[in-house]
């Protein structure tokens, strides 16, 4: 592996721990993810999982079961930087959790070139649609 590529592989772990950091702000009981979305080395957006702004911070209803307007982790950093100054064209996201499909099509639609992620999910229908729309897909668990 040559230098750059070690060096782009370290803030990958870096920046993916930063996202496990961000999950913890996460309400959710379940599952806590962490998203960030970086560009030219600088965090330009962030998120994690759960409800929309105004809505009360509880994420499971009675029976355990994540309620259907929970939204995840990916979702909140790319509205996030959508209502800034920034631009996402070219950026990657960190995540702490594979993307779902729903995630994925907003991953693409908004131009981020790679997705880096620590956690497989039992669905890989979100990573394939990545790969399938020529972004650069990068499993890397972290410790």
Same mark, same amino acid.
Not at 20 to 34: D, F, H, M, P, Q
């Given at each position: 592996?040559?230098?750059?590529?070690?060096?782009?592989?370290?803030?990958? &772990?870096?920046?993916? &721990?930063?996202?496990?950091?961000?999950?913890?702000?996460?309400?959710?009981?379940?599952?806590?993810?962490?998203?960030?979305?970086?560009?030219?080395?600088?965090?330009?957006?962030?998120?994690?999982?759960? %409800?929309?702004?105004?809505?009360?911070?509880?994420?499971?209803?009675?029976?355990?079961?994540?309620?259907?307007?929970?939204?995840?982790?990916?979702?909140?950093?790319?509205?996030?930087?959508?209502?800034?100054?920034?631009?996402?064209?070219?950026? %990657?996201?960190?995540?702490?959790?594979?993307?779902?499909?729903?995630?994925?099509?907003?991953?693409?639609?908004?131009?981020?070139? &790679?997705?880096?992620?620590?956690?497989?999910? &039992?669905?890989?229908?979100?990573?394939?649609?990545?790969?399938?729309?020529?972004?650069?897909?990068?499993?890397?668990?972290?410790?």
């Amino acid at each position: 592996m040559e230098l750059n590529n070690e060096k782009q592989l370290e803030l990958d &772990r870096r920046y993916l &721990r930063m996202a496990r950091i961000w999950a913890e702000n996460s309400y959710c009981v379940r599952r806590k993810v962490g998203a960030l979305i970086v560009k030219d080395k600088m965090i330009i957006s962030d998120g994690f999982n759960g %409800t929309p702004s105004g809505f009360e911070n509880v994420c499971e209803d009675d029976t355990g079961l994540t309620k259907p307007y929970v939204l995840h982790a990916e979702a909140n950093a790319i509205t996030k930087v959508a209502a800034s100054t920034n631009n996402s064209s070219g950026a %990657t996201i960190y995540i702490t959790a594979a993307p779902c499909i729903e995630c994925s099509k907003l991953i693409i639609q908004c131009n981020i070139a &790679r997705v880096v992620y620590s956690e497989e999910y &039992r669905l890989t229908d979100g990573v394939d649609l990545l790969r399938r729309a020529g972004i650069e897909v990068i499993y890397l668990p972290i410790d």
